[in-house]
């Protein structure tokens, strides 16, 4: 099977040879040599020839020279993510997301990737629009601005104006960039189960789950279809709990989106990444910004569907003291049973129930063997006390996030992708926060709304939807048990009652299990002529082994000879 397995990660990989020999050829040029030849991935792709690497790449500027090997490590990584294009920067730029798995001069290095992706000529651009829209771009648009406003991995942003004199952003998707990033993480996934297989410490990270999970998170951002539809479900969502209309969310024009274009209103503001204190801000503002927090923290326990990556471009200042929301590519979105988990485990946190707390993790989290609870409990207790009733100011979330989920991993307990989103939405929050001076203290602002969301939650109406579809699901088991029952009498009766066991075992077991049943026999047969030699001699009182009968020494040397047979056995 593992021949299996390799031929189909080979065949994956080399379906563009070109392409396999440009990234390695670019991650050996960059310091990462040994580790291909070490792997034999080089002795995979057909005419490659590894170039010379480049010498003292890594501590080529004063600010890297040091021991650091994290830093060295993600230096020479983000030189390759930069040369290798835009799947791999947006590689880079998740990658500074995970403080959880990397130490913060990794995520430095990768953080630095988050301008670094290159325009494209605005020609390709309109020919993606008039392709996608089936019209030129005259007659959709009063004016066209050909220099983007925002340069992505994935998309090219524009602004224009419409026909009705509406000013509008409009977001082009690469050409190609779906087949492009599909092909990189079919070479990437290979790459990185090659490495696994030679680094104990590399398949300790997890980087193939990780690897899984950007992928799911890259293919919701590649159709722009989606984020109309979250930037719509969020903006529908706000518009019930914002009675004060603090919120503004962009209006999607439907009638110009598609998979490859997207649409909506201009928002005319101040990004907070350009707000570098409260002096800025008017007190209007400012109490309007802490009740979007806690409206913020609200989508998040009650709807289980929140806009997950709120960093300072995407939080805009508006007229009126009002605050823009934009960018929907990436969203959190709960099931039913994570949202009632979330509120508990923030529960369990707010009322400091460490036990309780340990026990939801475990609830939603993935591991592969049960972890000693009590160890745990204390671990997770000491991780989190320094930091309980800190304010904003005197919190790093990066850093709490990181010491809880380190904890939890130290005990080989990894949490599913959706919930790193939300920590993930809590320390960009916190970050636009911190960077304009802000004493927001997120601990208590969970708390103030954990009561109502439990009662929210945990109330008679959920209670009563729970109990529908759990008698649902009773009923349909119910009108299934007896058709299977009939079935199962049918198939029954045809073999005169008896039944047929079907044993699923490899060849090397079934085996083993053979050899195991023929020595039991033997012991027992051997036993049983032993007893029988003892009992020959009834009571008869002997001085010496001559007086006793041949047919005693009879019996236990046929007992003999059967317990060395089944010793034979167990050795063929």
């Known amino acids: 099977m593992d021949i299996v397995r390799t031929g189909i990660g080979i065949t994956k990989t080399i379906k563009n040879v070109a392409r396999s020999k440009e990234i390695l050829s670019v991650f050996a040029r960059n310091g990462f040599d ?13 005419g490659i020839v590894l170039p010379r690497k480049r010498i003292d790449l890594a501590l080529g500027d004063q600010e890297y020279r040091g021991d650091d090997w994290w830093r060295s490590i993600g230096y020479r990584l983000r030189k390759s993510f930069e040369e290798l294009g835009p799947s791999f920067i947006k590689m880079g730029q998740l990658l500074s997301s995970r403080e959880d798995l990397f130490p913060p001069p990794f995520i430095r290095q990768m953080k630095l990737l988050q301008n670094k992706a290159k325009s494209i000529p605005f020609e390709q651009s309109k020919e993606t629009i008039e392709k996608s829209l089936g019209k030129k771009i ?3 648009f009063e004016s066209f601005e050909e220099e983007p406003l925002g340069v992505a991995s994935i998309g090219i942003v524009y602004k224009a104006v419409l026909k009705n004199k509406q000013e509008v952003v409009v977001k082009v998707r690469r050409p190609n960039i779906d087949s492009l990033i599909r092909n990189d993480f079919d070479i990437l996934e290979f790459v990185v189960s090659q490495i696994e297989k030679v680094s104990v410490d ?9 690897l899984k999970d950007f992928r799911k998170s890259i293919q919701m951002e590649l159709n722009f279809n989606i984020e109309a539809l979250n930037c719509e479900k969020l903006s529908k969502n706000l518009t019930q709990l914002d009675k004060d209309g603090i919120f503004v969310l962009p209006k999607v024009h439907r009638e110009f989106s598609t998979d490859d274009v997207i649409v909506l209103d201009f928002l005319e503001g101040k990004p907070f990444n350009e707000v570098h204190s409260l002096a800025e801000l008017s ?5 309007n910004l802490e009740k979007s927090i806690a409206l913020f923290i609200h989508t998040l326990l009650k709807d289980g569907f929140f806009h997950a990556d709120l960093h300072g471009g995407n939080f805009f200042l508006l007229q009126d003291n009002k605050i823009g929301i934009i960018d929907f590519g990436l969203m959190g979105s709960l099931s039913r049973k994570s949202k009632s988990s979330l509120v508990a485990i923030l529960y369990s946190l707010t009322s400091n129930n460490y036990e309780n707390l340990v026990y939801e993790f475990l609830d939603v989290a993935e591991y592969e063997e049960i972890p000693n609870q009590e160890i745990l409990v204390r671990d997770v207790r000491d991780a989190i006390m320094p930091f309980i009733g800190l304010s904003v100011q005197e919190t790093n979330i990066a850093e709490l996030v990181s010491i809880l989920l380190k904890t939890l991993s130290r005990h080989k307990i990894f949490l599913p992708r959706e919930w790193f989103i939300i920590f993930r939405a809590l320390m960009t929050l916190d970050g636009v926060g911190k960077s304009i001076g802000l004493d927001l203290n997120i601990y208590n602002l969970v708390k103030k709304e954990i009561g109502q969301i439990v009662t929210d939650v945990f109330s008679l109406n959920e209670a009563r939807d729970e109990a529908i579809w759990l008698g649902r699901d009773f009923i349909n088991s119910m009108r299934i048990l007896p058709r299977h029952t009939r079935w199962f009498l049918k198939e029954f ?9 079907n044993v699923k075992l490899e060849n090397a077991q079934i085996s083993e299990l053979s050899r195991s049943f023929i020595f039991i026999g033997y012991m027992l047969l051997s036993g049983l002529f032993f007893l029988c030699g003892v009992m020959t001699l009834e009571n008869q009182r002997f001085e010496s082994f001559y007086s006793i009968s041949l047919l005693s020494w009879g019996f236990w040397t046929s007992g003999l000879l059967l ?4 010793f034979r056995s167990l050795m063929k």
Do not use: Q
């Not at 300790?204 to 789950?209: K, L």
């Not at 317990?563 to 089944?566: I, R, T, V």
């Open 283 to 287: 007190s209007e503002l400012i109490d």
């Open 493 to 501: 009766s045809k073999n005169n009652y008896a039944l047929n066991m």
């Open 563 to 566: 317990l060395l047979k089944g």
């Open 138 to 140: 005259e007659e959709i």
């Open 202 to 210: 590399f398949k300790y990270i997890g980087a193939s789950r990780v």
């Open 34 to 46: 040994e580790i291909i030849i070490k792997t034999g991935l080089h002795k995979r792709i057909p």
